[in-house]
């Protein structure tokens, strides 16, 4: 049976310019266009699939603003790529100190926090579409999202691999961002783990108390 078409939501309108707009500023003169079409690639995947949900499905607003922040965020690191994004310079600037010196990071640890807000963003657009495709009853609602975006994480860290072996040295590396980690994409699977269970409880808490 065909989808019934939703009527559409002029704030969702108003996310997709904004992303365009911030696309396209930060499309203008990034540090490696290479690595940056690499980056890009996924979006351009996505962006299709984002707007057939959006056309047919009744997603929430609080799940389409998070997949705009995440989205936001990749970019910033496509356009610096992500082992360089100066985010402790831009930290300084605001408080005055090195949050990474405070932190005892040794590394750029911008890729490790998108991967958490991979796990703790993109979870509840997927938790809503589980719910309207299979209404579960069941732990199951919230257990199969979680699996999902572990899924997507464990494939995204083989796409990671894989171009590192394809590509050149230098732009595999930039891709890949492991920063001379062994461990990386074993952390940044954990990480992304985390930002799900996470974002699952939130979401369950919102869930009942929508209902109380």
């Not at 860290?157 to 980690?181: K, N, P």
Request: with cysteine; proline share 4%; hydrophobic share 55%.
């Amino acid at each position: 049976m065909k989808p019934q078409r939703l009527k559409r939501d002029p704030y969702l309108l108003w996310l997709f310019f904004g992303f365009v707009f911030i696309w396209t500023w930060l499309a203008l003169g990034p540090h490696y266009r290479s690595d940056w079409l690499l980056e890009n690639i996924l979006v351009f995947m996505a962006v299709p699939v984002l707007g057939w949900i959006w056309y047919w499905r009744n997603i929430s607003r609080l799940a389409w603003s998070c997949i705009f922040l995440f989205l936001v965020f990749h970019e910033i690191g496509a356009h610096y790529t992500y082992s360089e994004v100066p985010y402790d310079l831009w930290w300084q600037e605001l408080f005055g100190f090195s949050l990474d010196h405070c932190l005892g990071f040794e590394r750029n640890q911008y890729d490790r926090w998108v991967h958490f807000l991979y796990g703790l963003l993109i979870l509840p657009l997927v938790a809503e579409l589980m719910e309207r495709l299979f209404p579960l009853d069941s732990f199951l609602r919230w257990l199969i999202p979680v699996m999902i975006i572990m899924s997507h994480s464990s494939l995204y860290e083989l796409i990671e691999w894989f171009s590192a072996e394809v590509f050149s040295e230098e732009l595999g590396q930039a891709y890949l961002g492991a920063q001379g980690d062994i461990w990386d994409a074993q952390k940044d699977m954990a990480l992304a783990l985390m930002g799900a269970l996470l974002a699952c409880v939130v979401y369950f808490m919102k869930r009942r108390f929508e209902k109380n």
